[in-house]
């Protein structure tokens, strides 16, 4: 099932859509819901490090969120802490 949703973008950014749209070959529409299955799937990710990171979840709770792929969740969380020393 679909929903329309309308919005008001700034004109640079529709300039970076129209980009991936000839980048990827797609229409503009499904462009821009390609765009926001990416942008709700890396707010996903980073939110799933977040807890775990707090220690609300654990780390296989973590790995659980739908865009992480085996071992992904891991290299994230440990990535981004050798990263911060």
């Known amino acids: ?6 919005t008001r973008i700034p004109i640079e950014l529709e300039d970076e859509i129209i ?15 390609r765009i926001l299955e990416i942008g709700v799937g890396e707010w996903k990710r980073k ?4 807890l ?3 220690g609300k979840v654990t780390l296989w709770k973590a790995s659980l969120t739908p865009r992480f792929k085996s071992g992904a969740c891991a290299r994230s969380v440990f990535g981004q802490q050798k990263q911060a020393r």
């Open 1 to 6: 099932m679909h929903k329309t949703v309308a």
């Open 19 to 33: 980009r991936f749209m000839k980048e990827e070959g797609l229409d503009k529409s499904s462009a821009i819901r």
């Open 47 to 50: 939110r799933a490090i977040e």
């Open 52 to 54: 775990y990171k707090s």
